[in-house]
Nanobody
């Protein structure tokens, strides 16, 4: 079975940086798309960064220029480098994966069938 395990969350001050990791296992063929979502208290889960198996990326406007998604195929690990963090980046961050193309084309959480348990990121002002 597919297993996604996030790590790397923590508490930082505004302007700081964090690197999130997502260790993936339980499959032979890599997912078509992997992504990072986040959910703040009282808000809906939103996608912030996506990457296809070929390495194409896209980002939510709110994180463009500050966040970078990448993957190490040899290690089956997904990363999210977060720089110049802001208090509004505070949220639980989730790794997601799917083998369907809709996950990339649509980007909504409903199109991802596999999720990690989440890692908390807290940014103080």
């Amino acid at each position: 079975q597919v297993l996604l395990v996030e790590s790397g969350g923590g508490s930082v001050q505004a302007g700081g940086s964090l690197r999130l990791s997502c260790a993936a296992s339980g499959y032979i063929n890599r997912p078509y798309c992997m992504a990072w979502f986040r959910q703040a208290p009282g808000k809906e889960r939103e996608g912030v960064a996506y990457i296809t198996r070929s390495g194409t990326t896209k980002y939510a406007d709110s994180v463009k220029g500050r966040f970078a998604i990448s993957q190490d195929n040899a290690k089956n690990t997904l990363y999210l480098d977060m720089n110049n963090l802001k208090p509004e980046d505070t949220a639980m961050y989730y790794c997601a994966a799917d083998w369907g193309t809709r996950s990339w084309l649509d980007g909504q959480q409903r199109t991802f069938n596999y999720w990690g348990q989440g890692t908390q990121v807290t940014v103080s002002s």
